[in-house]
T-cell receptor
Framework: KAGVTQTPRYLIKTRGQQVTLSCSPISGHRSVSWYQQTPGQGLQFLFEYFSETQRNKGNFPGRFSGRQFSNSRSEMNVSTLELGDSALYLC?????????????FGQGTRLTVV | AQTVTQSQPEMSVQEAETVTLSCTYDTSENNYYLFWYKQPPSRQMILVIRQEAYKQQNATENRFSVNFQKAAKSFSLKISDSQLGDTAMYFCAPAGPTSGTYKYIFGTGTRLKVLA
């Protein structure tokens, strides 16, 4: 069974641009979550989607948005990039609605904003 | 709001020895889960062990075990017979139904280095 796939693995963008990151969950998983990891702030929850609906949202500005498609694949978008958005973005998928099960993480997308 | 404290930023242990990583948390949930994840240099987060808060028995997974003290809101991880492959960042994370079961609140992590 393929794991969680995140594309691209590395990305360099210029301040003010926008970026879209993609996450393909494990087959059959309907929950997809996104996290931002930086040396200063650690791992912070961005949002979670289940069956195309956002179920949870972290404390991030509206420049950060996401969506989930009917096949459970998810994208997150960051508009008007700032230097502080440079981070490792991790996606995680989980098997069902009830939770309590582990989340399976992808290898992340390393975003550098210059 | 949930908060998680991992008070040991860095630790080291000799190969084959035992080490304990500490974690305390604060939550208003009654039913929740607790997780320890490791993040090796490859950066991929890997589940180490999982505890259900309603279970009094401490979870064990091979060389990994936890000491779960619900009243004290403490969830420490013990690694026995440490191996070089255990070198990684370790994150403690509670998750609960009210906050969203898959909304993990991660601690700041403990960097563990296993020495040969």
């Amino acid at each position: 069974k393929a794991g969680v796939t995140q594309t691209p693995r590395y990305l360099i963008k210029t301040r003010g641009q926008q970026v879209t990151l993609s996450c393909s969950p494990i087959s059959g998983h309907r929950s997809v979550s996104w996290y931002q990891q930086t040396p200063g702030q650690g791992l912070q929850f961005l949002f979670e989607y289940f069956s195309e609906t956002q179920r949870n949202k972290g404390n991030f500005p509206g420049r950060f948005s996401g969506r989930q498609f009917s096949n459970s694949r998810s994208e997150m978008n960051v508009s008007t990039l700032e230097l502080g958005d440079s981070a490792l973005y991790l996606c995680a998928s989980s098997p069902n609605e009830q939770g309590g099960k582990e989340a399976f993480f992808g290898q992340g997308t390393r975003l550098t904003v210059v | 709001a949930q908060t998680v404290t991992q008070s040991q930023p860095e630790m080291s242990v000799q190969e084959a020895e035992t080490v304990t990583l500490s974690c305390t948390y604060d939550t208003s949930e009654n039913n929740y889960y607790l997780f320890w994840y490791k993040q090796p240099p490859s950066r991929q987060m890997i589940l180490v062990i999982r505890q259900e808060a309603y279970k009094q028995q401490n979870a064990t997974e091979n060389r990994f075990s936890v000491n779960f003290q619900k009243a004290a809101k403490s969830f420490s991880l013990k690694i026995s017979d440490s191996q070089l492959g255990d070198t990684a960042m370790y994150f403690c994370a509670p998750a609960g139904p009210t906050s969203g079961t898959y909304k993990y609140i991660f601690g700041t992590g403990t960097r563990l280095k296993v020495l040969a």
